[in-house]
């Protein structure tokens, strides 16, 4: 059964091909398994929605999440410019407890993005 959560993951991840090529049809075979979480319970964490977007990506290291300081990380993915988008060390605890965190970017050539981040 494909749930909300991860048709958002597959549509920000660029796997909405695959998720539409699973409708319809008649196929019996069972669903792939998920990939097993790592030991924090978090096997992922990729933005699930950014405002706007025109290549922007953004993916935090499972490690980076038990972090006692703020991290943060560029986003430019295959835009043609760059932001930066910081989370706290709460934020980042928030998305180890499987919490949907939104922050904003830094704002690059007059806009900036929101970003809704989430860890499976």
Avoid at 5 to 17: T, V
Avoid at 66 to 71: E, G, L, R
Avoid at 75 to 86: L, R, Y
């Amino acid at each position: 059964m494909l749930t909300r959560k991860l048709f958002l993951a597959q549509l920000a991840s660029g796997g909405w091909a695959a998720v539409l090529a699973g409708c319809g049809g008649g196929s019996d075979a069972a669903p792939a398994p998920s990939p097993a979480p790592s030991p924090g319970g978090v096997g992922s964490c990729s933005a699930v929605l950014i405002t706007a977007n025109h290549g922007h990506a953004l993916s935090i290291p499972v490690a980076d999440l038990t972090s006692a300081v703020a991290m943060s990380y560029n986003i430019q993915g295959s835009a043609d410019h760059n932001h930066q988008v910081t989370f706290s060390p709460a934020q980042l605890a928030s998305l180890r407890a499987g919490a949907s965190v939104t922050v904003t970017s830094t704002t690059t050539l007059s806009h900036s993005h929101d970003l809704s981040e989430t860890c499976t």
